[in-house]
């Protein structure tokens, strides 16, 4: 097993991202190491969308760079 | 805009960092008795400790009396040529053995023996005499997780005031005595004042000073900053420790795949021209894997500047060789990462270069984790400096956080009793001014701008080949920058989320030019190559002259530079 396997055995995270608040700028994907976000287009607006949540480190980068404060991240 | 509504907070200990060496600093302090609030740049606990990896060095053997804290101190200073404090290194040791004892009772998930008691493993890791490795199982988890899941209740449980979201920018201090800080919350735009008998600097290194880096985003030296500017003397800032980590493709800009670890399996470093090139700088070796980190760092830098990088100007780590189970089983995740962004690592390279790491140098202290120039100021973790000399000693890096974060806060509580300080209104007014006349300012150029013409200029005048020439432009340039491009910030952006996120990164540009500056005279001061810091005209280790601290401080609005012999 890996590491990153037995890890998300005993973690749970959630991490959300405010449709109204993404401005869809994609600082989160730009500072993100771990690939977690992706851009999408959802109807006519550019949203982040954590698509990789099991990679994320818990570094806060993305809430820390996120010019519309739209980032949550449980744990 | 409506910001900079005014707030004040009154507390013994104010501790400015929310990572694992500002969490024990708290709770240790918390506990001997007095009034503790953490101050936090991001929302919630864990800081730069959460990207830690793999494990850190605790002389836990003591308990059955098979190693031993001067053990550990023994080999810390070794690792450092002699170069470190022994106090404090003495004090750090302690205090993780402390820390690690705790960390075990609130249920950390460390590797453990049948009987409760930390598996250190079997034999020890290089540079140590004796076994001390703390992990978790699997040979590089996410200790710095395990660790905050054991800090984090016990924040919460003794009800410990966290205050997120602000960052320090000024500490406060009056007649060589800390009076408390400043910082602006950057959320809402609170301008916040805190009145305290003792200030405790947990803010980690500045990771963001260089374009190529493995911290989080938010590194950004503000201690180190706030510390230089209220007059603190900062040490051996010349010792920046770089690692290999991915830097392209861009998806991947900052990815740690442990190096090392791929090389002890097999893996090889070649050029654009499909060359191994480690012998033509380190004719002694007979694999990347034997290597030191300094040194493959400074050869992989070298064969980059000397135009062999690939066109990302990165080189290329072959993992064909590597055995495909291990592959496959241990490291899936990072395949399957590699896989996503097209990169297939049976066959095909990573792209890696050297990025800041960690910082060796720092806030100096003395054995109390106190500064030696400001009275009741505190630092500990990466953001105090001088105690492991010019190479840090494996696993070190999150033992000073918790070590050095016990010890002070351990002694900054013994402030507890003293009198409030008054503090110095006219230093709030200004400090205040200082962020106003930012908001204020239109039509200039964007703070994220500034921070990466700083990066940039790092990286290529003071990277892993240093000289007198490029440190003397690089000064010039960050002159340059701190008297045409600071005073022009300005903050753009429709929402006020967005200004007030540029406001930070302005705040955060200023800290990265001091930073930038004390780095850039310390490496000019210190005429020789050693650990981590490489000059390509000084190319030899000189113990006859530089067995010395390179000491920087501020000095009316002056940076001035001195060496001093080691203490020991």
Known sequence: MSSVEIWNQIVSKRITVDPEKCIGCGNCVRVCAFMVYQIKKIGKKKIAVPTYQDDCFLCQSCQADCPGDAITIEW | MTILTEKRVETDI??????????????????????????????????????????????????????????????????????????????????????????????????????????????????????????????????????????????????????????????????????????????????????????????????????????????????????????????????????????????????????????????????RNGERFFKKYLPHRQHEAECLRTEISRAVAWEILDGHGSENGMIFLNCSDVPKDWMMTARADMVSHFKRVGIDLTWQPMEVAPGNHTYLGGVRINELAESTTIKGLYACGEASGGWGGSNRLGGNGVASALGLGVAAGKSAAERRVAAMPRIDENQVRQERRKLIDIVDYKGGISPLKVKSKIQKLMQEKAWLKRDEKGLKSLLDGLAKIEEHDLPKICLSGKRQTQRLLALRNALEAINLVDCGKIVAVSALTRTESRGSHQRSDYLNKDDDNWLKNVIVYQKGNELQVRTEPVVK
């Open chain 2, 14 to 271: 104010l501790v400015i960092g929310g990572g694992g060496s500002g969490c024990f600093a708290a709770i240790k302090a918390h506990d001997s008795g007095a009034k503790v609030h953490i101050v936090n740049k991001v929302p919630w606990l864990g800081g730069c400790t959460m990207v830690a990896r793999a494990g850190y060095s605790a002389a836990m053997g003591e308990q059955d009396s098979s190693d031993s804290v001067a053990g550990h101190v023994q080999d810390s200073l070794k690792a450092g040529d002699n170069m470190g404090n022994e106090k404090v290194l003495q004090a750090m040791c302690r205090g993780n053995v402390d820390a690690t004892v705790d960390l075990l009772s609130w249920g950390a998930a460390f590797k453990k023996r049948p009987d409760g008691s930390c598996d250190l493993g079997d034999k020890p890791r290089p540079g140590h005499t004796s076994p001390r490795f703390v992990g978790v199982s699997g040979d590089y988890s996410h200790i710095g997780k395990t660790i905050m899941d054991a800090l984090q209740p016990q924040i919460k449980q003794r009800g410990i005031p966290v205050i997120s979201n602000v960052m320090i920018t000024r500490l406060l201090v009056a007649e060589g005595e800390i009076a408390g800080a400043v910082g602006i919350d950057w959320r809402d735009g609170t301008f916040i004042i805190f009145n305290a008998k003792a200030v405790i600097l947990a803010t980690g290194g500045t990771g963001h000073l260089y374009q190529y880096t493995d911290n989080p985003i938010y590194i950004t030296g503000d201690g180190y900053g706030a510390a230089y500017r209220a007059g603190a003397e900062l040490v051996d800032m010349e010792f920046c420790d770089f690692q290999l980590g991915a830097y392209a493709p861009q998806e991947l800009f900052g990815y740690p795949p442990n190096c090392a670890f791929w090389m002890s399996k097999g893996a090889i470093l070649i050029n």
